[in-house]
């Protein structure tokens, strides 16, 4: 009765039509004969609770089988006038034909097939042969054939008969329904004095449904397939007939399965906030078994109708990402084991579907050390949550890199430097905090918002640069982001230069203005020397982005650093040009050394300006600016 274990492949083949592959019609076949055998089952067992439960009406007697069962059953159902009642429905003696140890054949076998008891219906059926006639010889193929259905010899020696002796003639329904049942002749025949609760009608659909070509072949008309059953219970009928009320979920979901709907069971079912986690778990068994259509996008519909395959599609990762949403931020960990069962998934919008919700996960909590792991100070990484699902270190770097990608794409900068540092990507952790620095190398010292913010941004750059020196990563290459050794080196050097032109502007902002002068002198970037300017603008052009957008800041600043230190010197010159201070006439202070040397470095700056001024970037009066403090340094 029960669905063996097989491949999505043959499941997506199943609902084709006989077109496909025979696996896919035996796995169809197999679905068909498992729904009727559940509701066999569950038929047989209400028989036998009616019986015991009305054991005196029943008089089952002291050797209990299927045909005594059914005799019991049918002393429960008979009423006071000896008529049989079905569905509130009194049908009279002389409608029914036959009789069985007193009570009617025809309903008899219709009660022994409903409950799976064939074997038993075949037994009767040939005791009783006068009475059944040929019924007897096509029940036992019937019953004995791989798929419940007669050759086609059979079936055309059936339906002659039941047209000519049977049709015309009888009016017992239990008659007519099982000539129906055993040739499949008539499936839109409803039944409805038989046929009383939506079991017996989904059973009796099932035995009408046609799952081999031969037995297509055989019916001589266009048959009743699966397709045509799965359509007429979920699009004809739909939850509005079998759970008007929205109020018995479970009662549509069993129609759903027994006619292997399990994607549109599972939607149903997942609806009800009720029945959500049951929803989640039978998927995810469906899903190991391949037994479920899986929707190849993550932020798509729960349910989409596949139009090339004729079916409908789960959007699995939805359905397992909207159960974890209640517990993801609590319970890290418990949500992880979940998103692995997606890993064999692939979104083509957004790649692996186990690390999308992953990299949704880390970005939403911020636990990166309890998922991802976290680095040592001598560089080597704790494992992390993630560590258990990844086959191999550069599987799990992967996965980092990923999520610190689409945080720099949300402009998540310092966290997704952390991420990439983390995953080993030590060029792509230099690149971004280079253009990162950049932003705030020449930030005015001012509000406490942006102290706050450049000086954590420094600290994070000056603890990364220990680091890297310490491990040699400067001379390595880059991590698995693209970028090779020489692109490692430049922007190792473009790292120092900026942390360089950090220190010279955090120098100034403190007063320290001839250690910051001599910085800026010493990296050359500005020329304070008439023999140096050709070099200087030379080297200008091949400056890197974040070092060059700073230029025109650390000229101006170059510049007032120089005025004031010459103020400063020409404030102890008496106008003579002798030493203010007779105590200090013996002392080599060199003041008007200084002052000559400012207006040197004064006009080189200047000079320097003018010739790449049409290349500096931002605004265009940095130029204006150097000229009229130079020309207060007369």
Known sequence: GSVAATTQAHYLLATKGFDAEKAARNLQRQFVQGGRSFLEREFWEYIEATVRGRSLQARLGGRPGPQSYVRAFLNVITGSGGNVHVAGTALRDGVLEGEVEGQPLWAQL??????????????????AAQLTECFADYLREYVASED??????????????????VRRVSQDPFKLLCYNLVGRLESAMTYPTIVATQEDFVWLKLCFVHTSSAAAAAAGTPVYTFRDLQLLLSERYGPDHFDPQRNAPLRYVEVLLVSAQFERAIEYLAASQMHACEAVHVSVAMAHYGLLHLAPHLDADLLMVCPARDCDVLNYGRLLEHYTAAFARTDVEYAINYYYLLAALEDPAVGNVFVELVKRLVLATGEHAL??????????????????????????????GVIACEAEREGRLEEAVKLFDLGGHHSKVLSLLNGRLSQVVAMPRGASATLAS???????????????????????????????????????????????????????????????????????????????????SENFRNLPGPVKRNVPALMLATMQIIHALYEEARARLLPSGHLRMQQEQGADVGYRDVVDEMRRKSRALVSFGGMVQHALPGPGDVNAQLVRIDERIA
């Open 110 to 127: 219709y009660y022994l097939m409903r409950g799976g008891q064939w074997a038993a219906a075949v037994e009767l059926a040939a005791q």
């Open 148 to 165: 419940r259905c007669l050759g086609e010899d059979s079936t055309a020696g059936l339906r002659a008969f039941y047209t000519r002796k």
């Open 371 to 400: 998922l991802l792991g976290r680095l040592r100070s001598d560089g080597t990484r704790e494992v992390g949550l993630l560590d258990s699902f990844v086959q191999s270190a550069e599987d799990n770097n992967y996965v980092i």
């Open 454 to 536: 450049r000086a954590q941004i420094k600290n994070l750059a000056l603890a990364i640069e220990r680091r890297y020196a310490a491990l040699h990563i400067f001379s390595a290459g880059g991590g698995d982001f693209g970028f090779n050794s020489a692109q490692m080196r430049n922007d190792a050097a473009t790292f120092r230069t900026l942390l360089n032109l950090m220190d010279f502007f955090d120098f100034n902002s403190e007063g320290r203005l001839r250690e910051a002068l001599d910085l800026v002198e010493g990296l050359g970037i500005v020329p304070l020397s008439a023999d140096l300017l050709f070099e200087a």
